[in-house]
């Protein structure tokens, strides 16, 4: 299969008659470009990734560093999939911060209080958290309430129960297997290496895996006669992406191993990307959000949609706070403090349209990472809180003014 | 002052492009001080654009050809601009907040205020009675607009337009919403207004109408002046022939009908209006298809047809609906969309962009909404069946697109309506309900919808259209029903449908 015979699928309807060969040569390079722009925000990440390197003089990109900006985030990014899929439907969680807090006070009296073993803790806080996006849900589908207010107020009464379960203490001292979901590495349980084989091979899988998916889907879309990108371009941009596993997995190794936190959000994007993207549900959540009323005149349930929706954001709001509590062994009052602007920014700077409808899990996933590496290096570099507040504030508004400078350049209504 | 020789207005070979279209080729219109000029076409003939250049919602620039208002070159870069100079344009959609009062929308961003900059209430209710007076509506200027009907709300526009000193009011289809008493209130206001001196110009193809109040007519086709007629020499018939202009036969295609079984029956179907349940908006309509059979609904605007068909397929308007449905001879529950389609129905509606699609997502994705159940492997929607059948409906159709991969948002109005014409074919449904389906929709593209309509039917689907153009509807229909304040008023088989017989039937009112 060359590239050569990729031709777009109509060329009459592409307008103009253009000499071949140029044709060939600019339909190329408007490809790649075109790609640029789809891929600005990952473009984005890279940059970031090289401008604090730079200025923390390599630190960022130590092993240790790296391991830990993983962790530090895994519970905003947990959150920003949740977040993404509700912005997509038109819909927006301001509770989620407060309800990782109430689910980790819960699970601290599962876990701790109640002395439940740790696998039950988690599924039961998983549930309470389930129950909070039901409550939410019936509000928002149901009764109609904008979704702004019913998590306004969730905002509220989560994080006030939370401190009504708390009565005034901290919770600590979680179970090891609870506390593994935090920071536990999953060499603990194969015992250690100077170079952790497991993550090597798994890192190796994922890149094999990767590569077999995109050529079959690339044969498949070929088959259908769909048009696909250029074969080089396609190739780099695969060699691209496992170079980068690669060195992201020897710097694990070096470390640590593989967090389980990583773990859990792997498995958390193959899951919802192949929901958001490949699901008759997810399908409905970007049908809803780019236009109520024809999704809802196609025979689309909208309601049952949304109130799965918040379900959904409720257990996933439970992870978090799970994760959040078992990382600082912890479960206290202050928990969880911001966590959903931090993800409602990670959606956004990922690409999500604010009226609804557009957005990405690996968008949002991508987006909370800037927001993470932009958290870690201007601590590594010593600046204050203060500071970090303003730029992050300064890069969601400048991510979200290019992507609607963007829309408009290209003529979209 | 007002003298008969001059031009108030000269538009002077305008053009205007769109995207795949030439909406305007070379339009020359001239408007004499203190006439009322009609300008007459059919739907999507370019007359809205027209006005929509001479009001600078399309800014200067964006057309070509010049715009001569008194006697002088203007470039009008938006409404506001055009309206300094005292052209006021009132469109079709009222552009009224509800919740305002009269006072307040009469003055809105032209607030009466006092020497603090604040609103100065006693004097914006002062003259806004006053404009009232003058416009002949007796309503107390604090009532909210929400509160009078359509008819009152268009005295209301005109009001505004006489607070800013119009000098040539331009008014697009003021009465296509009206009822008879209604119009001829606004009618002969435009005649009052006239002799104030003030000019008109009134867009509209009611011929009867535009025969009582305009001097002169200029007719439009296809984005082109045909002629402007002095009122000496206006006939319904000149004016009629200017307006279709080709041989009449063959904007339909032909269409031999195989009418079989019956597949749809609804009887005594009741539906209120969903704000206010006393109102009711779908009065007892008892009809049928049968296999093979296009079937007509006409009616005036309001008469009920979208409110009928909406309440049909799955509640989607309406409360307190009540009725028995029955597809191919057995009753059928039509609660929810979900179920109406799964029951064999399918609507098709005529607003597009609000309800039809989704325009920022793209041309498969659309196709595939409402049956994404077809699709599905594993659980899973098959992306590449998924594009198969899309292409294959983008060549069955014709929809000219790149790809399916375009986005619905960037396609021409016809062929949307293919987009969407698509997603209904690919439910597989027993009866079709079109509401408008060519609607915006240039004269070439309405041909294509006409063809896969007969298409459809030839298949053994049932076809219902809805349409407000009477001469669509006779053009294509096996059968027509006509439809008044919610009611079947009359059922006629096409070789008895005839304009007249029909407008009587559409017009009939309920016995008081």
Not at chain 1, 123 to 128: D, G, H
Request: with cysteine; proline share 3%.
């Amino acid at each position: 299969m060359s590239d050569l015979e990729t031709k777009p699928s109509d060329a009459t309807a592409a307008g103009a008659q253009v000499n071949p060969v140029e044709n060939k040569f600019t339909e190329r390079l408007s490809h790649i470009l075109g790609d640029l722009g789809k891929n600005g925000i990952f473009i984005a990440l890279v940059l970031v990734v090289v401008l604090f390197s730079i200025l923390t003089n390599g630190i960022l990109l130590r092993p240790q560093n790296i391991s830990n900006l993983i962790v530090q985030n895994g519970y905003i990014l947990v959150l920003a999939i949740g977040m993404v899929m509700v912005i997509i439907a038109g819909h927006i969680d301001l509770s989620v911060g407060s309800v990782a807090a109430f689910v980790g006070a819960v699970s601290g009296v599962f876990a701790v209080q109640w002395g439940l073993p740790w696998w039950l803790s988690i599924i039961l806080s998983l549930l309470v958290g389930a129950l909070v996006g039901v409550w939410q849900g019936f509000w928002i589908a149901f009764v109609g309430i904008p979704a702004f207010i019913v998590t306004l107020a969730g905002m509220l009464i989560f994080r006030g129960l939370a401190l009504v379960v708390l009565g005034n203490a901290n919770i600590g001292s979680f179970p090891t297997e609870y506390r593994a979901l935090g920071n536990g590495f999953l060499t603990d349980l194969f015992g250690s290496f100077e170079l952790d084989p497991l993550t090597l091979g798994i890192a190796a899988i994922a890149i094999i895996a990767l590569f077999v998916s995109q050529f079959r889907t690339r044969r498949a879309r070929q088959s259908y006669g769909q048009e696909v990108e250029p074969f080089a371009w396609f190739v780099a941009k695969l060699v691209l992406v496992a170079v980068a596993v690669a060195l992201f997995a020897y710097a694990l190794a070096t470390y640590k191993g593989i967090p389980v936190t990583l773990i859990v959000l792997a498995v958390l994007v193959l899951i919802y990307g192949t929901v958001m993207n490949r699901s008759t549900f997810g399908r409905h959540v970007y049908a809803i959000g780019g236009n109520l009323h024809a999704a809802e005149l196609s025979g689309i349930k909208t309601r049952n949609v949304t109130f799965w929706l918040f379900v959904n954001m409720g257990v996933l709001a439970a992870l978090a706070g799970l994760i959040f509590t078992a990382r600082l062994n912890l479960a206290g009052p202050k928990a969880g403090d911001g966590f959903e602007l931090e993800a409602i920014s990670a959606a956004f700077i990922g690409g999500a349209a604010v009226q609804g409808g557009v957005g990405t899990i690996g968008g949002a996933i991508i987006g909370g990472l800037i927001i993470g590496v932009l958290n870690n290096g201007m601590s590594i570099m010593g600046i204050g809180i203060e500071w970090q507040q303003a730029v992050k504030g300064l890069v969601l508004l400048l991510a979200v003014a290019f992507d609607v400078y963007n829309k408009r350049r290209s003529g979209g209504r | 002052m007002s003298d008969d020789r001059t031009n108030i207005l000269e538009m002077r070979s305008i053009t205007k492009t769109f995207p795949g279209v030439k909406a305007l080729q070379n339009v020359t219109v001239d408007v004499r001080r203190g006439e009322v000029h009609a300008i007459c076409g059919e739907n999507g003939a370019g007359k809205s654009t027209l006005m929509k250049v001479l009001s600078g919602v399309y800014p200067f620039g964006t057309y070509e050809g010049d715009i001569v208002f008194e006697d002088e070159v203007v470039q009008f870069r938006d409404i506001r601009d055009s309206e300094a100079k005292g052209i006021v344009i009132i469109h079709q959609e009222l552009a009224l907040s509800p919740y305002l009062s009269i006072a307040e929308n009469i003055f809105l961003n032209n607030e009466l205020k006092g020497p603090l900059g604040l609103i100065d209430w006693n004097k914006t209710n002062h003259e806004a009675a006053a404009l009232l007076a003058r416009v002949g509506l007796k309503e107390n200027p604090t009532t909210k607009v929400r509160d009078i009907g359509v008819g009152k709300q268009q005295l209301v526009e005109i009001a505004k337009a006489l607070s800013k000193r119009v000098k040539l009011l331009i008014l697009d289809e003021p009465t296509a919403a009206l009822n008879d008493e209604d119009s001829d209130h606004l009618l002969n206001l435009i005649l009052h207004l006239k002799e104030q001196g003030i000019t008109s110009i009134i867009i509209s193809h009611k011929l009867n109408e535009i025969k009582k109040v305009s001097d002169s007519v200029t007719v439009i086709r296809d984005g082109k002046t045909i002629e402007t007629i002095s009122k000496t020499d206006v006939t319904e018939e000149r004016i009629i022939k200017d307006m279709v202009g080709r041989d009449l036969e063959h904007r339909y295609p032909d269409h031999t009908p195989h009418i079989g079984e019956e597949i749809l029956r609804v009887e005594e179907w009741t539906a209120h209006h969903p704000q206010d349940p006393t109102r009711v908006m779908v009065d007892d309509v008892n009809i049928t298809v049968r296999a093979g059979e296009i079937v007509g609904i006409a009616g005036l605007m309001g008469a009920g047809r979208t409110e009928f068909a909406m309440s049909l397929f799955g509640r989607s308007y309406g409360s307190k609906i009540s009725g028995r449905v029955f597809v191919k001879g057995k009753e059928v529950k039509t609660r929810t969309v979900a179920e109406a389609i799964e029951n064999g129905l399918a609507y098709a509606t005529e607003d597009r962009k609000t309800y039809g699609l989704n325009l920022i997502d793209d041309i498969k994705r659309n196709i595939s909404m409402a049956s994404l159940e077809k699709l599905e492997r594993f659980g899973l929607v098959d992306d590449g069946k998924e594009f198969q059948v899309a292409n294959s409906y983008r060549t069955s159709m014709n929809i000219k697109a790149p790809s399916v991969l375009a986005k619905t948002g960037k396609l021409s109005g016809g062929n949307q309506q293919k987009v969407v014409l698509s997603k209904w074919i690919y439910s597989d449904p027993d009866v079709l309900i079109l509401d408008e389906p060519t609607r915006g929709i240039d004269v070439g593209a309405k041909y294509e919808i006409y063809s896969i309509i007969n298409k459809l039917a030839a298949e053994g689907k049932g076809i219902i259209v809805i349409s407000s153009e009477l001469p669509e509807l006779l053009g294509i229909c096996d059968r027509v029903y006509a439809l008044s304040e919610g009611r079947i008023t009359g059922e006629l088989p096409i070789e008895e449908a005839t304009p007249e017989a029909l407008l009587k039937l559409m017009t009939m009112e309920k016995p008081r």
